[in-house]
Structures are given as C-alpha cells and as structure tokens.
T-cell receptor
Framework: DSGVTQTPKHLITATGQRVTLRCSPR?????VYWYQQSLDQGLQFLIQ???????AKGNILERFSAQQFPDLHSELNLSSLELGDSALYFC?????????????FGPGTRLTVT | AQSVAQPEDQVNVAEGNPLTVKCTYS??????LFWYVQYPNRGLQFLLK??????LVKGSYGFEAEFNKSQTSFHLKKPSALVSDSALYFC????????????FGKGTRLSVIA
C-alpha cells in the first residue's frame, strides 16, 4: 500500500457528462501528479500541483482541470466526456517537487465512458 | 524533448533464470532514471532510481539496474526470476537540467514461467 488513496475505484458515465476524481496524497507529501493510462497512449502525465499551486502541465485537455486544496488532497475534473477519455487515471505524490524524488502511485480510478 | 524506449513489449523467462528488461533514453542533459512495476489492477510501485554515483543501482525485491551513459541505457535485471515477478515494468526519465515531468516508456510485460 503506497499510502495514496483515490476514489472512486470505478466510474461509468455517459458521453457529455462531467466527473470528479479525488486523490489524497501520502501523509506529508506536498506534490500531487495526475496521469492517464490507456492502451494506445501508455502512461501520460497530465498535471502536477505543489502545495496548492499548479507546477507543471503535460498533455492535459482543455476539458480537464485539476486543483489541490489546502488539506493537500486533489481533484481532477473531466467534462464533456468522450469515448476516448475512457482510461485509468492515476494520482501520485512525492514529498517535494524536486526531480530526484520518486513518486508514489495510488490504485487508480477506472473511467468508462459509454 | 526527453523520451524513453522499451524495445520489448513482452519478455518471457523461466523461473530461476536471470531476467533483463531493456530501457534506453534520450535527454538533452544528464538523466534521472527510474523503474516502476505495475501488478494487475494496481498502481505503479517504485523499484529503484539512478540519480548520481555508482552506475549499478540496487532496488526492491532483488532488482538492480545498470546505468550506461555511452549507450544511454538503464536495463533492469534480476539474477533469478520468480513467478511473482510477472508484471508490467515501466522505465522513466527526467532531465536534470529543467523542470520537466517524468516521462514513462510504454512498458514491458514480464512473464515468468514456472
């Protein structure tokens, strides 16, 4: 168990809908990362937050947004969902934002868009 | 731009035999390199990392990896494979010089046969 929790575990929704994925980092970790894992694209970095501030942005669509709250939990909001958004979404955390730190991954949220 | 290549989608090895999972990387500066493992229906788990120093890095579960700067490689190895090592393995790289995100390879599925 990495200490990173994600809810929900599974989510099934229809095209055009909006969903929110939640992540709680390991105790004491300030940095949160979001990734999307799909069969064709592999593991893609979406966005990073550090202590409430956006730190880095990857291949995140404009329909997606995220935030990190004062208690350091993070939410990833996905809107106007399309079939292609079906994937595993992982959250990871690390103690700081330094690039030598390894990341600890949560169990993921499996999103199915029908 | 940094990138990682894992040339083998699948590696099969008999239990008790040595295993190697290959990884080559491309960065503009010096690399920080990581290996992660993903078991079915789980998030990624950190195995080991190369930051600086000794080219041979030892990690969790008896795994090790050798950094080879001239060949831009960071192959994962284990002297004696276990059936429980069967999983998906990811190599990842960050460039030391910039605030760039962690870039993952496509993954290599390791199957250890009893």
């Amino acid at each position: 168990d990495s200490g990173v929790t994600q809810t929900p575990k599974h989510l099934i929704t229809a095209t055009g809908q909006r969903v929110t994925l939640r992540c709680s980092p390991r105790s004491g970790d300030l940095s949160v990362y979001w990734y999307q894992q799909s069969l064709d694209q592999g593991l893609q970095f979406l966005i990073q937050y550090y202590n409430g501030e956006e730190r880095a942005k990857g291949n995140i669509l404009e329909r997606f947004s995220a935030q990190q709250f004062p208690d350091l939990h993070s939410e990833l909001n996905l809107s106007s969902l399309e079939l292609g958004d079906s994937a595993l979404y992982f959250c990871a955390s690390s103690p700081r934002t330094g690039i030598t730190y390894e990341q600890y991954f949560g169990p993921g949220t499996r999103l199915t868009v029908t | 731009a940094q990138s990682v290549a894992q040339p083998e989608d699948q590696v099969n090895v008999a239990e008790g035999n040595p295993l190697t999972v290959k990884c080559t990387y491309s960065v503009s500066g010096n690399p920080y390199l990581f290996w992660y493992v993903q078991y079915p229906n789980r998030g990624l788990q950190f195995l080991l990392k190369y930051i600086t120093g000794d080219n041979l890095v030892k990690g969790s579960y008896g795994f090790e990896a050798e950094f080879n700067k001239s060949q831009t490689s960071f192959h994962l190895k284990k002297p004696s494979a276990l059936v429980s090592d069967s999983a998906l393995y990811f190599c990842a790289v960050r460039d030391k010089s910039g605030n760039t995100p962690l870039v993952f390879g496509k993954g290599t599925r390791l199957s250890v046969i009893a």
